[in-house]
């Protein structure tokens, strides 16, 4: 059993990495024929393109950090069998509460300014993980208690969670000098710390860190996750177990809004000097794009997370350096999740590999028993 557990794995890991590739390779041949001046070029651009320099490589990582830590809190969900996607909405408005500390009328600068940069950093990073938990409850109350569709409800939370916050940012803590909507600079130590002389790669990456470190351990190593994932894979199962399904629904999408609201800490306080979002920043679909291709299991998620934020690095640059438009990420991400999400793909020869192995122990049992003499 442990050696067909093996090959199940096995196999799965190769889904997702031959669905990259197979995605790579269309994207290849397609810059191939539609580049208008150096092909060569073009594919050198997508391929290298995010390696070439510290800024760029810096921007790739930045972006890695926000999608594992997304795409971690979506696997959560998505094993519980729940598709709460509030997770979007939360990048824009989790951040408010800090936002609210610093610059807000009557708050802030007097109180954060004094404060050590861990301190202020531990105060952001918590503020926006309990106010995307609180973001991600409303679908989930919806559906738990309600009988709500959580698809819908979460997409029309996400957008209420951009107009609440420009509605904040507009009333609260908008700079009246800029020319645009945003808020003041952050100050050093209300932001975390630029490397690669003043890249996007930040100190963030350590919190996706440790998130993943706890997305590991509460999946694979505690009840709660053994839970969850019992109640998304045989929910009548669990419900006959005794295991308390509606409660474990409401843990999953919590720990995917703390997840989410973390992604939005190292987003809006890593790779921005101010806040200034007035459209939904595609984080949290992207994360969920990476729990999907993942195959709901964290163990995946960095893999995924890094694929998302290099293809979104590579159009930009292949962008900026051709004349081939950046919406062909789009086209990229679709044919990867046609690919790995794809139930059958590689299905056939799985079963076939399993089958073989299967057949042979059973031989192999029959062989290794010894006949036992009559009154022996």
């Known amino acids: 059993m442990k050696k067909i557990e093996r090959i199940d794995k ?28 150096d092909p060569g070029s073009a594919v050198y651009n997508f391929v290298v393109g995010p390696f ?30 729940r598709f709460n996607m509030a997770g979007e909405g939360a990048i824009n408005l989790a951040p408010m509460p800090a936002l609210l500390l610093m610059f807000g009328t009557g708050f802030g600068l007097n109180i954060m300014i004094g404060l050590p940069q861990i301190v202020n950093l531990v105060i952001i990073v918590v503020s926006c993980m309990l106010t995307g938990a609180l973001i991600l409850l409303v679908p989930a109350f919806g559906r738990e208690q309600l009988g709500a569709n959580e698809m819908v409800t ?12 420009l509605w904040l940012l507009k009333g609260n803590i908008s700079d009246r000098s ?69 409660k474990m629904m409401f843990s999953a999408q919590v720990i995917g809004g703390l997840f989410a609201g973390a992604a ?26 990476a729990a999907v291709m993942a195959k709901k299991k ?25 004349n081939i438009p950046i919406e062909l990420v789009t086209m990229l991400q679709a044919v990867i999740v046609l690919f790995v999400a794809a139930e059958e793909f590689l299905g056939k020869t799985r079963r076939k590999v399993i089958f073989n192995v299967s057949v042979k122990e059973k031989e192999e049992g029959k062989d290794g028993k010894k006949e036992v003499p009559a009154g022996g």
């Open 298 to 322: 964290p163990v995946f998620v960095p893999i995924t997370a890094f694929v998302m934020a290099y293809i979104r690095c590579a159009a930009a640059v292949l962008n900026a350096n051709t």
């Open 264 to 289: 939005a800490a190292v987003e809006i306080f890593g790779l921005y000097d101010s806040y200034y979002l007035s459209v939904l920043t595609n984080v949290g679909m992207d994360g969920l794009l």
């Open 10 to 37: 096995m196999f799965e890991v190769l889904r997702v990495f031959l669905g990259v590739l197979i995605a790579f390779l269309i994207c290849i041949i397609i810059i191939l024929l539609i580049s208008e001046e």
């Open 52 to 81: 070439m320099t510290r800024h760029r490589l810096g921007q790739v990582l930045a972006k890695y950090s926000s999608y594992l830590l997304s795409g971690l809190g979506m696997c959560f969900i998505y094993a519980a069998g």
């Open 154 to 165: 979460s997409t029309i939370m996400n957008y209420f969670c951009m107009y609440a916050a």
């Open 178 to 246: 800029l020319s645009f909507l945003g808020t003041p600079t952050y100050p050093d130590n209300m932001r975390f710390t630029r490397y690669w002389n003043g890249s996007n790669f930040t100190s963030g990456i350590f919190v996706a860190l440790i998130g993943l470190a706890v997305a590991l351990i509460i999946f694979y190593r505690t009840p709660l996750g053994a839970k969850i994932r019992i109640c998304g894979d045989n929910l009548q199962f669990a419900v006959y177990s005794g295991i308390n399904a509606k």
